[in-house]
């Protein structure tokens, strides 16, 4: 007997009694599932649906992502506690909300998310929690840039915007105004925040453009996991010479067609790297290294921050670390 579970879907095969077995084992968990679903909400609509900060404390603040997070609570300072939802290192991407998740999201008074399509399961999670709380999406106002048409000639929406720091001063405005209006006792302090993780943001760039500077312009070439490094390449002068994942979302594999045009792809453009975020599986490029002889670079910070003893515990400390990756290895 096997198990398949690609694509979410659970394939069995086998001799009829495992197969009963096995979906009577299936149908107990899914039914565990929703109790726990109806049991995390026990108690807690109340809370959920009073309006933000209205329950005389401090509003409770939850960022969807580590690094906005990070990037909340430079806004936020000591006036409020910013948690994520998403703990360190685990892919934004392919998310699926627990229980308790849900718990947490029904309990916040203000939700930060970033929008432009990335938090995929947040729709069907607000749906379930139900209540009410400030939402804050920290891309709004951007415009995306072009994403290549996927397999079926569609156009994805691009949402790893954070990966250029002039974006995250739209973040960070966002953030400020989203807080100020949750929380107006705090507005002269959010908006002081605000000022100054702006002004990191712009040296931040100017430290970035002074890196790359030492890459030649021919040079600039990224071939990336799936199409993350977009933002960033659009702002340094890099071009996206193809991406492992053809998606701007993990979830997908490449066919074997799409193995051989990126492998096409290094040999005509004489790409030097392939950079690979955190927690990715180099398996495939490292095939895609073997046939061209280019190098593999692991461990980007794209989609989290580090631990707090990491390379990267902070927003800004994963653009540096990745700039520093990226300038390295073209230089
Ligand atoms: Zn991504």
Not at 63 to 85: C, M
Not at 121 to 140: C, E, P, Q, Y
Request: hydrophobic share 45%; net charge neutral; aromatic share 6%.
């Amino acid at each position: 007997m096997s198990i398949d579970l690609a694509g979410g879907t659970i394939y069995v095969k086998g001799r009829g009694g495992a197969h009963i077995a096995l979906l009577t084992l299936v149908s107990l968990w899914a039914l565990a599932w929703a109790l726990a679903w109806a049991l995390a909400f026990t108690g807690n609509s109340a809370v959920a649906k009073e309006p933000a900060g209205t329950s005389g404390n401090v509003p409770k603040a939850l960022a969807v992502e580590t690094f906005l997070a990070d990037i909340a609570r430079s806004v936020a300072g000591d006036r409020l506690v910013v948690e994520s939802l998403i703990p360190v290192g685990v892919d934004p991407h392919g998310f699926e909300p627990t229980p308790k998740d849900a718990k947490k999201v029904a309990a916040c008074d203000i939700l930060i998310v970033n929008g432009a399509g990335f938090e995929e399961f947040l729709n069907k999670l607000l749906a379930n929690v139900g209540g009410k709380r400030s939402v804050i999406v920290a891309a709004a106002g951007l415009a995306p840039r072009g994403a290549r048409p996927d397999e079926d000639g569609r156009h994805e929406t691009d949402p790893h915007f954070w990966l250029d720091p002039n974006h995250v001063i739209k973040y960070v405005q966002n953030i400020r105004d989203g807080l100020v209006s949750a929380d107006p006792g705090g507005a002269p302090g959010y908006a002081r925040n605000a000022e100054s993780y702006i002004a990191k943001l712009r040296a931040l760039d100017a430290w970035i453009r002074g890196q790359v500077v030492q890459v030649p312009e021919k040079d600039r070439l990224l071939v990336t996991n799936h199409e993350s490094l977009g933002y960033f390449a659009d702002r340094y002068g890099f071009t996206i010479v193809g991406t492992i994942v053809p998606s701007v979302s993990t979830g997908a594999s490449p066919s074997a067609k799409q193995l051989v045009a990126i492998i096409d792809a290094v040999k005509k453009t004489g790409a030097r790297a392939i950079f690979l975020e955190t927690g990715t599986n180099p398996k495939l490029a490292r095939q895609i290294a073997q046939e061209t002889g280019i190098k593999v670079v692991e461990g980007l910070y794209t989609h989290s921050v580090s631990g707090p003893g990491g390379d990267a515990p902070t927003y800004i400390d994963m653009i540096r670390f990745n700039t520093r990756a990226v300038v390295g290895a073209l230089r």
